[in-house]
Each structure stands twice: as structure tokens, then as C-alpha cells.
Nanobody, 117 residues
């Protein structure tokens, strides 16, 4: 069974930074894409950033220039570096992976990020 284990999250002050990491029980190339979604209070889950197995990335306009997604093939890990955080970034962040063959969506358990002074 595929497992996605997230780490990071917590509370940050406006303007601060935080790093989220997600480690998969499977190998990097078992997935066609990995990424991060978030769901803020009263909002729908939205894509934050994703990275394709070929290394190309997709960043939501709302976080472009502030968030960076990266992958570590050797560690089967995808990370999200979040800078210049604002209250609008408060949400539960979910790691996501899409199986290369099955195209099945796998999800982490979610990690809370709260930006507040």
C-alpha cells in the first residue's frame, strides 16, 4: 500500500518561511507526478504546486514567486519551500502522488499550516 508521510507544518508569522516534506513508500519513478494541495477554512482543496517525473513543475499563481517545489529522487521525497507566508496561506496541506501506471491519486494525511501573528 502506498504511503505518503508528511513532515513540517505548524505555525509561522506573516512574512516567515516554512518547509514541508513528503516521503513516499514507493520509488520516485512509480509516480508520474507528485505535489501539494491545500484546503483553507471554508474553501475547496486546490493545487499549490506539482512536479512531474521529468522534473517539470507547475506552480499556482497565488504562490508563484514565493513557494518552490523540489524533488529528491534518491530519498523519494517531494518538498515545498514556502516563503513570504501570509494569513491567506493558512490551510491544511496535503501531499499528493499520481501512479504512473494506474493514474491513481494517493494522499497524505495532511499537515496544518497556520500563519498568524
Amino acid at each position: 500500500q502506498v504511503q505518503l508521510v508528511e513532515s513540517g507544518g505548524g505555525k509561522a508569522q506573516p512574512g516567515g518561511s516554512m518547509r514541508l516534506s513528503c516521503r513516499t513508500s514507493e520509488k520516485w519513478f512509480d509516480f508520474i507526478r507528485m505535489g501539494w494541495y491545500r484546503q483553507g477554512p471554508g474553501k475547496q482543496r486546490e493545487l499549490v504546486a506539482s512536479i512531474h517525473s521529468n522534473g517539470s513543475t507547475n506552480i499556482a499563481d497565488s504562490v508563484s514567486g514565493r513557494f518552490i517545489i523540489s524533488g529528491d529522487i534518491a530519498k523519494n521525497t517531494v518538498s515545498l519551500q514556502m516563503n513570504s507566508l501570509g494569513p491567506e496561506d493558512t490551510a491544511v496541506y496535503y501531499c499528493n502522488a499520481v501512479g504512473k501506471v494506474s493514474r491513481h491519486n494517493y494522499w497524505g494525511q495532511g499537515t496544518q499550516v497556520t500563519v498568524s501573528s
